[in-house]
Nanobody, 122 residues
Framework: QVQLVESGGGLVQPGGSLRLSCAAS????????MGWYRQAPGKERELVAA?????????NYADSVKGRFTISRDNAKKTVYLQMNSPKPEDTAVYFC??????????????WGQGTQVTVSS
């Protein structure tokens, strides 16, 4: 099993910055991709950013956050980060850490953290 714990959320002003952390534990050896999703009230959960677990560390971002958010990982600390620069009010949401096990057969297993609230407001 894989356990994910997010931290770092809170209130941030537009133009400020915030860094979210996701600490992973358990059987993480099979995880292929880790990422951040978010869900605003009344909205569906959407992908914010993702990073592969291999040595390449390829990243993928939602168009709405490109140039403002940066995803990174520290394999030694088993932690994934989301650096949020110049956040906007529309970035307000609960942010969830995600870990994905993907096999070539198409089998996929997702693990989720409990979520951390990010509120962007003056």
């Amino acid at each position: 099993q894989v356990q994910l714990v997010e931290s770092g959320g809170g209130l941030v002003q537009p133009g400020g910055s915030l860094r979210l952390s996701c600490a992973a534990s358990g059987s993480i050896f099979s995880i292929n991709v880790m990422g951040w999703y978010r869900q605003a009230p009344g909205k569906e959960r959407e992908l914010v950013a993702a990073i592969t677990s291999d040595s390449d560390g390829s990243t993928n971002y939602a168009d709405s956050v490109k140039g403002r958010f940066t995803i990174s990982r520290d394999n030694a600390k088993k932690t994934v980060y989301l650096q949020m620069n110049s956040p906007k009010p529309e970035d307000t949401a609960v942010y969830f850490c995600n870990a994905r096990w993907l096999r070539s057969s198409g089998y996929r297993k997702d693990y989720w953290g409990q979520g951390t609230q990010v509120t962007v407001s003056s």
